[in-house]
């Protein structure tokens, strides 16, 4: 019998497997964070040195600064595919992953429900949200006794359970919109399950630490290519070279 040691509701394989999917996409952005695409918009040179003598900062604590809000990007889509995969695992729960018929995210191996997971309100916004709605209408009319969700793990209110979802004056009466807490609800059984999971994750992540390592600024390419461009990675030496790069069809 799997072992469920961490949670009640999902298998320990299963929970390591999305937590170390988490680790792994973070772990590649700091590895793919070059200087060369930290330069695709052209870093300011006079912001740099501002930034970096006002705050005191060497600058590789900048170049880490920088590939941890690359990073931050990436872990912002990647957290998304954590629910995902969380929810899926779950029994009587299927990840439909990507290239799936129905376009969604999850379905109740029954049938009876489909799903689709944003992490937040604002992942959808303006006409997105209609479009995503008439989407999710139209599975419905195709699946004509499922419900459809869609999964707001964060919501822009406070006690929001479910309700029709409605955008512009459209609906349907079996597309819904649900919190993230109420659907992990739905799918697990367990009242407070979204809240466990949180409150678990730190003892997961640990373990997938203890046995991979942390994720650290050495990791970084960047700096690693800084100090190629640069010989030692000064400070000067990095202000000239970001001045050049800058500046690099000028006569400077």
């Known amino acids: 019998m799997p ?18 999917k988490v680790y792994t996409s973070v772990s ?32 590789e604590e900048w170049l880490k600064i920088e ?12 957290i998304g595919e954590f629910h995902q995969n969380i929810l899926g695992s779950c029994q009587g729960w299927e990840n439909l992953g990507t290239g799936h018929e129905s376009g969604v995210d999850l ?3 029954d049938g009876s429900i489909y799903a689709e997971i944003k992490n937040k309100y604002n992942t959808i916004k303006g006409s997105s949200k209609i479009d995503a709605l ?3 209408i139209s599975l419905a009319n195709w699946h004509k006794k ?13 006690d929001f359970a479910e309700e029709q979802w409605i955008v512009s004056e459209v609906s349907h009466q079996r597309v819904k919109l649900i919190s993230g807490d109420h659907f992990y609800s739905l799918v697990t059984g ?29 990791d970084i390419q960047a700096i690693a290519d800084l100090h190629k461009h ?19 069809k000028s006569n400077q």
Do not use: C
């Open 230 to 248: 640069t010989a030692d990675g000064s400070l000067k030496n990095a202000y000239d070279y970001f001045f050049k790069s800058a500046f690099r």
């Open 107 to 109: 379905r109740k191996v």
């Open 28 to 59: 590649d952005a700091f590895a793919s964070t070059s200087l060369k695409y930290l330069e695709r918009n052209i870093i300011d040179p006079f912001s740099l040195i501002f930034e970096t003598a006002l705050t005191e900062t060497t600058m």
């Open 190 to 218: 367990v009242d407070n399950a979204l809240q466990q999971l949180h409150s678990t994750l730190p003892n997961v992540i640990k373990a997938i630490i203890d046995e991979h390592g942390a994720i650290k600024s050495t």
């Open 3 to 20: 072992d469920r040691t961490y949670l009640s509701w999902i298998d320990d394989d299963a929970l390591m497997n999305a937590v170390m």
């Open 67 to 78: 590939a941890q809000r690359q990073a931050q990007k990436k872990l912002s889509n990647t």
């Open 134 to 136: 008439q989407y999710l």
């Open 146 to 158: 499922s419900t459809i969700y869609m999964v707001w793990i964060i919501m822009d209110k406070t």
